[in-house]
């Protein structure tokens, strides 16, 4: 044998080896996105808001790094440029989960993207009670910011903010 037919007999076995490999994996699975929705919960592209909360304070959005993905497709912006997006957020309880550690998901576009943090989720329970909305989904305006590359080409984490009005009458 040459060393040509040697080359190509390794190059067969790697590629079927990688071929095995991808097939194995099965299909790869969308973050954030439900396949298909459970008894009793809130498909995400047909969300409707019961309230639209007013503008008022800047709300940042908790999250831990695992809606990455959906956040740079809602903020849509190409590789290396930053974010500049205005938008209408949902804010969506989660059930199932005791009345003090309730997480509510921030959805845009049909993902979710986010949670509000511990500290801002006092003050929004305590007014969707108020306003007899309980565990309802509301909405408010919503900016999507940075992302990009830097100058020194590393990948910059995204800006999320809520601008509502939690104590709006």
Same mark, same amino acid.
């Given at each position: 044998?040459?060393? $040509?037919?040697?080359?190509?007999?390794?190059?067969?076995?790697?590629?079927?080896?990688?071929?095995?490999?991808?097939?194995? %994996? $099965?299909? #790869?699975?969308? #973050? &954030?996105?439900?396949?298909?929705?459970?008894?009793?919960?809130?498909?995400? @592209?047909?969300?409707?808001?019961?309230?639209?909360?007013?503008? /008022? @304070?800047? *709300?940042?959005?908790?999250?831990? +790094?695992?809606?990455?993905? !959906?956040?740079? %497709?809602?903020?849509? !912006?190409?590789? &290396?440029?930053?974010? !500049? %997006?205005?938008?209408?957020?949902?804010?969506?309880?989660?059930? /199932?989960?005791?009345?003090?550690?309730?997480?509510?998901?921030?959805? *845009?576009? $049909?993902?979710?993207? +986010?949670?509000?943090? =511990?500290?801002?989720?006092?003050?929004? @329970?305590?007014?969707?009670?108020?306003?007899?909305?309980?565990?309802?989904?509301?909405?408010?305006?919503?900016?999507?910011? &940075?992302? /990009?590359?830097?100058?020194? +080409?590393?990948? %910059?984490?995204? =800006?999320?903010?809520?601008?509502?009005?939690?104590?709006?009458?």
């Amino acid at each position: 044998m040459s060393y $040509g037919q040697i080359l190509l007999f390794f190059f067969m076995c790697w590629l079927s080896y990688f071929a095995y490999w991808l097939l194995s %994996r $099965g299909p #790869p699975n969308a #973050p &954030g996105r439900l396949s298909r929705p459970v008894e009793g919960s809130v498909r995400l @592209e047909d969300l409707i808001s019961k309230k639209h909360w007013a503008r /008022g @304070e800047t *709300v940042k959005i908790a999250d831990d +790094g695992s809606y990455t993905a !959906n956040i740079s %497709r809602v903020a849509g !912006n190409t590789f &290396g440029e930053n974010a !500049n %997006r205005e938008c209408i957020a949902f804010l969506v309880p989660e059930d /199932g989960k005791a009345s003090s550690d309730k997480a509510v998901s921030v959805v *845009v576009d $049909g993902l979710r993207i +986010g949670q509000l943090s =511990a500290r801002d989720l006092m003050p929004f @329970e305590v007014m969707l009670h108020g306003a007899g909305l309980h565990a309802q989904v509301t909405s408010c305006d919503a900016y999507i910011g &940075g992302g /990009g590359t830097g100058a020194d +080409g590393k990948k %910059r984490h995204y =800006a999320i903010c809520l601008d509502v009005d939690w104590f709006e009458a």
